[in-house]
C-alpha cells in the first residue's frame, strides 16, 4: 500500500550535480517528515536531508552547504538537490517518510561520484 519511488540517480564526476526525487503513494504526505539517507559500502545508514510537515530542512554537516532537500505537496514528493558532489557521496541514498512509530523506506537509489 505504501510506496515511495525514488529516481534520478546514477554516474556523475566529482563537482558535478544530481537530483534525487522521490515520490510517494499510499500516505499522507503532508504529515510526514520527509528524508533522504544514504549507506556507502561497509557503512551504516546515515541521514543526509530531512524536511518535516512545517518545511523545517535539517541537514548532515558533510553536506551543508551543497545539498537542497525540498518536497513539492502537489506531488507527493520530496527532492535532493545534490551539488558540488564529491567521492565519497557515493553510496546507494534512501527515501524515508516518518511519522510518530511508522517508518516507511524506498528500495534505494545509487549515486556514484568518480573521476
Known amino acids: 500500500q505504501v510506496q515511495l519511488f525514488e529516481s534520478g540517480g546514477g554516474s556523475v564526476q566529482p563537482g558535478e550535480s544530481l537530483r534525487l526525487s522521490c515520490r510517494t503513494s499510499?500516505?499522507?504526505?503532508?504529515?510526514?517528515?520527509m528524508g533522504w539517507y544514504r549507506q556507502a559500502p561497509g557503512k551504516q545508514r546515515e541521514l543526509v536531508a530531512n524536511i518535516s510537515k512545517d518545511d523545517i530542512q535539517n541537514y548532515a554537516d558533510f553536506v551543508k552547504g551543497r545539498f537542497t532537500i525540498s518536497r513539492d505537496i502537489n506531488a507527493n514528493t520530496v527532492n535532493l538537490q545534490m551539488d558540488k558532489l564529491k567521492s565519497e557521496d557515493t553510496a546507494v541514498y534512501y527515501c524515508?517518510?516518518?511519522?510518530?512509530?511508522?517508518?516507511?523506506w524506498g528500495e534505494g537509489i545509487l549515486v556514484t561520484v568518480s573521476s
Open positions: 524515508n517518510a516518518r511519522v510518530s512509530s511508522l517508518d516507511f
Open positions: 499510499g500516505i499522507v504526505f503532508r504529515l510526514y517528515t
